[in-house]
């Protein structure tokens, strides 16, 4: 099956209009018509989270006591990319072992891994493109589809299609931190992920200039640990990953409901920061 990606005029898909999660206990919106339960679930605990973490291993053994590490330690997101061995297994597995955790697959390029994805019991499915057979089709109605993007014509024809979240991948090589805060301007109302080359003193940056979320690979997975079968390593930064997740949430909700856009915070290996900067929301700010 040929993967679609974007060449779609901003006007193909009419933008949906927004609705609350079904959850009563929180009302954050998401962009669905109807609202979607299983998909609005996901997307709360990765906003509540700040953290997504990204496992690869070369076989099912390694990805099974490397994720059960990243759990134990504090991780409550996690993503199994869909080429590991065995990633359905090891998806199964886990979910039955974790379930308060949320599961999701990475790499997904394909409808039918999205299937095989979902049957597993992923409740999110990433991509590096935007895959239109996955966001109109499988997704919907089954577990959130997180779209990657990379220019705004990318993101904002994403959302108009029904993304309720987007992917800015590689985020490091168009600009890190910087390119977040960019794109948030125009785009405030588009929850994103920062994907590809962010490290842990880097968590609470993004999550300060707007991203709903990071994704973690290496920075918990690391590979030296994962060769030497390091499972105490693994635990301790998903520990210190999970810590500065959750403070950097905490702070930017903290800011939103003092009618500030962004922060900039300082951050240690240990996860401590300060303000050091905020802005006040004002017309300029969204074009």
């Known amino acids: 099956m040929a993967i679609a990606s974007f060449s779609l005029p901003l006007t193909y898909f009419p933008q949906r209009p927004f609705s609350y999660c079904c959850s009563s206990s929180s009302l954050k919106q998401s962009n669905s018509a109807p609202s979607n339960c299983i998909a609005n679930k996901a997307l709360q605990e990765i906003q509540n989270s700040g953290v997504i973490a ?11 006591r490397a994720a059960r590490a990243a759990l134990d330690g ?44 979902i049957k597993s019991g992923a409740k999110f499915l990433m991509s590096p493109a935007t895959v239109m057979d996955i966001l109109v089709g499988v997704s919907v109605g089954n577990a959130l589809y997180i779209p990657g993007v990379m220019t705004p014509t990318e993101i904002l024809s994403a959302f108009n299609a ?6 800015v991948y590689p985020v490091s090589a168009l600009g890190g931190v910087g390119y977040i805060s960019a794109l948030k301007r125009p785009f405030p109302h588009i929850p994103m992920v920062a994907s590809q080359g962010v490290t842990l003193d880097l968590i609470g940056q993004y999550i300060g200039q707007g991203a709903t979320a990071v994704v973690l690979s290496d920075a918990i997975f690391d590979k030296e640990a994962m060769i030497q079968r ?16 959750k403070q950097a949430v905490e702070r930017k909700d903290s800011c939103a409901g003092f009618g500030m856009e962004s922060f900039t915070p300082l951050s240690g290996p240990l996860g401590e920061s300060s303000l050091v900067e905020s802005r006040l929301v004002g017309p300029m700010d969204f074009g």
């Open 230 to 245: 390091n499972f105490d390593k693994i635990y301790q930064l998903a520990s210190v990953a999970a810590l500065q997740g």
């Open 54 to 64: 990204c496992l690869r291993a070369q076989n099912a053994d390694l990805a099974t």
């Open 162 to 167: 029904g993304a309720k979240i987007v992917k």
């Open 74 to 117: 504090g991780i409550s997101v996690l993503e199994i990319v869909v080429s590991t061995p065995d990633a359905f297994e090891v998806l199964r597995n886990l979910v039955h072992d974790y379930p308060a955790k949320t599961f999701g697959v990475g790499t997904v390029l394909q409808a039918k891994d999205a299937k095989d994805s």
